[in-house]
C-alpha cells in the first residue's frame, strides 16, 4: 500500500502500514513490545478492535507475536524471510478509460446503497438467522427475496406471478444458459433480434444453440417473417428498450409475437432489463402482463438499478417450465449467496423505492443533459437516435465517417465513445459509423463538457 | 414477526412492530403525531438512524406519513387498505430435520466467521473502493483473492501456481458446467469415479455430457479398464478424500492417470474439495502438484471451510486450458459478487489461517468422537468405514437391511443419516445398507447420545 493512498485505508489499516514500516525500518527492533491494544486505542480514540485487527495482520506476515503476559513482540525479520512468493498486497480501484467516459453499463460511482447495505449486513449477521450462511441454499432462491419479487411483479408490473414462479438467478448471461438446458433438443436455435445484445448472444452460443438473427430495422418490419423463417421456438426479446437501439416495441408486434408463441408452442425470453428508466411517457406493461397462456419467461435485474457487480437478477417462470426448472435444477443449489439474497430481500423490503426514485431523477436528469448537449454542440452532420429510455444513446455520422475514427478521434480528445458493429450478427448490415454513448456511469457535470470535447474531436 | 422472535430482531424492526401494532390497535389513532426522531432514539438509547429506518418502514407501509415541519403523522388505514397481496414477511430460520441431525454438506451453526466478515465489509464498503459495487467485475475473478489463493497453492499445496491460472467461480456445479463448454466435441464423455458425487454427475449430465463410471471397488482396481474403455478425454476425481467413500487415492494410480492424460491428450479435473480435513495422517499432495505436463485442473473450494452458501469455489487452470477460458468467458463477467470476493480476499489475508486451524481442530474431535462412538455402540453388526478424512463416514449394515430401512428406524428414533444409493450410476453395484452419517453439522456434544439413538433404532 503506498503512501499516498493512506489517507483514504481504514485505520486498522494505516496503524498496520505504521507499525510495519517501524519494525522493517529497525524504528522497532526485535524483541521489542508493541503498545498495549488499550493504550493505543484510547491514544488513537479508536476501538480495541481496530487495534487489534493491525496486530492480527502483523502477526499473521511474522512481523510480531502474542506472548501471553508481556503482549505482542516484534519479531526478528530474519527467521520470517523465506523463499515463499510474496505475499498479495491490497489492491486499489480500477481507473476510467478516459477523462470523459461515457460508457455504458457501470454504473456511476456512489450509486450503490453502501450505508444501508452495511447495516443490513450488520443485522442480518448479528442476528440468529446468519446460521444461512452455514448451509446451503435453496436452489430456487431465499423465500423473502422471491416475495418481494413477486409482489412487485404484481403490484407495479401488472403480472400475475406468484413467489413459486421467481428464480433468483446469478446474472443475465448464466441465468441465459440455465434457461437453454431445459430446451435443448428443441430446435436448438435461438431467435434473437438484429441488432441485439451481443452478451445473450455469446451465452446462447456458448450453450451450443445456433441463433437466427431477426430484423428490427424498419419498425420490426422483417422480424416476424425472419423469426417464423429461423424454425426457432424460443425467442429472447428486449421490449421495453430494445438494446442497442432503444426502441419500444410496438404494440401491436407484441400481440402478434405473443400468438406466434402459442401457434408453434414456443416461448418467449422477455429481458426487462430497463424498465425502470424512462423519460419521456409511461412504460408499456410487460408482455409477461399480456401473456395469459403462459408463453413469456420475464427476466429483470439488479445491475441497472442497483450494482452490476451483485450478479442478481431474476427470472419468472410460466407454470408450464416450473416443473421443468424444478425437475433439472431441484437437487442443486442457488448460484446467488445467501448472504447477499437476505440483504436485497431486507434492503427492498425497507430502502428500494427510495433508491430507485432517487436513480430514476438522477438519470432523467443526465438524459436531457446528453440529448440537450449533443443536439447543441453536434449539429446536423450527426443523427442521434432519442427513444426517451436506456442508459444511453447510439450517436451515427451521416459523413461516412466509421465507427473506429469516430472512436479513435474521441480518444485523441480524452473522451471515450463505443462500437456498435458487435452487436449486429451480421456486420454488413450495421449502419457504420454509429456509437454508442452512455451515461450510467459519467457524472453529469461531466456530460456538457464531455460532449463539447467530442465535438471538437469530431468537427 | 410473532411476538416472541421480537427479543433476537434488530432494533429498528422491534421499534416498527411496536408502533405497527400500536397504530394497528388504534392506541395511536390517525392522525396523531409519532414521537421525534432525535427523541425517541434518545429515550431508547439509539442511533436516529435506527429510528429512521422504522419510521420509513411504517411510512413505505402507509401506516405513517413525513409531514414538513410537523413530523411523522398516523396515517388513516381504511385509506390504505387495498386490494394488493399481502406484503412479505420477514422469515425465520430453517429447522434440522430430527433430533440428531447427521447431515453432511451444511457446516455448524456459528461456524461462519460473522464477525470478520461484518467487519471486513464495513471496511470495503466505508473505503473509496467501495466503488466497485458500481462497475462490472472481472470475469475471471477479483486480483486481490486470486493473489491468495495462488499464493496458498504455491506455498501449502506445492504447486506451481501463478494468480493468472485462478479463475474465481460461483460454486463446484457451475464451474464444472462452465469448464466442460471448453471440451464440447470433444467426445463429449465425462469419466467419472463410480461410486461419484451425484452433484457433479448431474451438472455433467444438464451440459449434455455423457457419464462414464469407472469403478473405485477392490482399491481402484477396475478404475484404469473403465477408463480406457470409456474413450472419454475428460476425468473427474476426489484422489484426497474419494466421494463418499473417504478413500485416498493410492500413489501408484495417481501416477498411471497423469500418463493417462499425457497419451490421450486428456485432462483430469481434480475435485480437492475436502483437502483441510484429515485426522490420521497428512495429505498426499494434489495431483496437480505433480503434474508436470499440464493435464490437471484443480478444483478447489471454500464451502466445507467457510461457507457452503458463499457460493464460491476457484479453478487453477493449466495454461494450455487459459487461453481457451479467456476466449469464451473472457468477454463475460465474474458469476461471483464483486464484495464477496473483495471480502473473502481481505479475510484470507488476515483471518483465514486461524480460522481454519479453529475448524480443522473442531472437526478432528467430531471425527473422533463419531467413529468412537459408532464403535462402542453399534457393535460386530455393522462396519465402519473409516479412512481418517472426509466429513462423514458410511455405515453399512452385515445383515442385509437396506439403507431405506435403517434410514426409517433412525427416523423413528428422530436421527437422520443418508442413503448413498444415488452414488451409484448403476444402482445394482451399491453394496446395500450403507448408510452416509455426517458430522460437519451436527454440535459435537449430540454425537454420542445421537449415536446411541441410533444403536437402540438400529438393534
Known sequence: MGTDEQGTAPLYQRIYQHLHDDIEQGVRPPG???????????ELGCSRNTVEAAYRLLTSEGYAASRPGSGYVVQDLALVETSAPERPEILGVPQPRARYDFTYGNLEP?????AAWRALTD?????????GCDAYNDPLGEDELRREIAWRMTTQRGMDCTPDQVVVQGGTHSSVQNLLTLFRGDADV???EEPGYDGVRAAVERSRFAVAPCRIADGYARFIDDLEASGARLVYVTPSSQFPTCQVMPVRLRATLLAWAEEHD???????????FRYRERALPPLASMDDRGRVVYMGTFSKSLSPALRMNYLVLPPALLERWRSVFGASYSEVPWLNQRVLGRFMHDGWDRHLR???VRNRRKYEALTGALRAHLGGAFR???????LHLLVCARDGRSEDELIEAARAADVAVYGTRRYWVDPDRAPGGCVLVGFSSIAEED???????????WS
Open 32 to 42: 521489542s513490545k508493541l503498545p498495549s491494544i488499550r493504550g493505543l486505542a484510547d
Open 110 to 114: 456512489g450509486t450503490f446503497p453502501a
Open 123 to 131: 443485522d442480518i449477521l448479528l442476528g440468529v438467522e446468519s446460521v
Open 190 to 192: 435461438v431467435a434473437m
Open 266 to 276: 414456443a416461448y418467449i425470453l422477455e429481458d426487462d432489463y430497463c424498465r425502470d
Open 358 to 360: 432517487r436513480l430514476q
Open 384 to 390: 442521434i437516435m432519442e427513444n426517451g429510455t436506456g
Open 447 to 457: 456530460i456538457e463538457p464531455g460532449v463539447r470535447a467530442l465535438a471538437r474531436a
